[in-house]
């Protein structure tokens, strides 16, 4: 940044509160402050924009240092996916899981790269479910193997599904069991067509 402060001893003098055209001795000849200026930056201006060009040039042509690049990880052949999920309604093929309830889910999956080209894996999802059985979880187990040949991607898998269900009452309700269970009353002994009295 360039700063330029012009003083001239040149000025024109006041006295009172009417100015004079007075201009001191030895002045007469000058030109006036604002040629002055008109003078000076039409010469500071080109020189700014040369050295504003040359530096950013001299700046182009400077050698940098090298970096270098990190070196290459080991190959590590394990890798783990893990996720989870809320869900307001669980459908699988169209059917609710969640009896139109939210759902909560999560999974666990281990995996072996036994090449660039070849991964082998095994899992396990955990969702949150409402089945009339009272089941309350499904646990999937899944493993597979996914091999790659050039730019296609293959998925070759076995799936299990579990259903966790709540467990049984202690005592049993007297509608779980049928009612030929319970010892017949008088009125039905009565009532029955085989019977004659």
């Known amino acids: 940044m360039l700063l330029l402060i012009a003083f001239s001893p040149c000025s024109k003098v006041r006295s ?3 100015q004079s055209n007075t201009v001191p001795s030895g002045c007469q000849n000058l030109p006036d402050r604002r040629s002055v200026m008109e003078i000076v930056m039409k010469k500071m201006v080109p020189l700014a924009v040369v050295l504003a060009m040359t530096g950013s040039a001299f ?3 400077m050698p940098l240092k090298a970096v270098k690049a990190p070196p290459p ?3 590590d052949p394990w890798d783990i996916a893990f996720g989870s999920a809320g869900m307001n309604d669980y459908i699988f093929r169209g059917v609710t899981q969640s009896n139109h309830n939210p759902s909560v889910a999560a999974y666990f999956e281990p995996r072996y790269n036994v090449s660039k080209d070849l991964q082998l ?9 409402s089945f009339a059985n009272r089941a309350a979880a499904e646990v999937d187990v899944y493993g597979g193997i996914r091999p790659t040949f050039g730019a296609f991607a293959f998925d070759f898998g076995v799936w299990g599904y579990l259903f966790r269900a709540e467990a049984a009452p202690i005592i049993p309700s007297p509608v779980a ?6 010892a017949p009353s008088a009125q039905t002994r009565s009532s029955s067509p085989t019977e004659t009295s």
């Open 16 to 18: 009172g509160s009417a």
């Open 59 to 61: 700046a182009a042509d």
């Open 73 to 75: 990880a080991a190959f």
């Open 121 to 129: 894996y095994i899992g396990t999802s955990t969702e949150s479910i």
């Open 177 to 182: 069991f049928p009612a030929a269970m319970f």
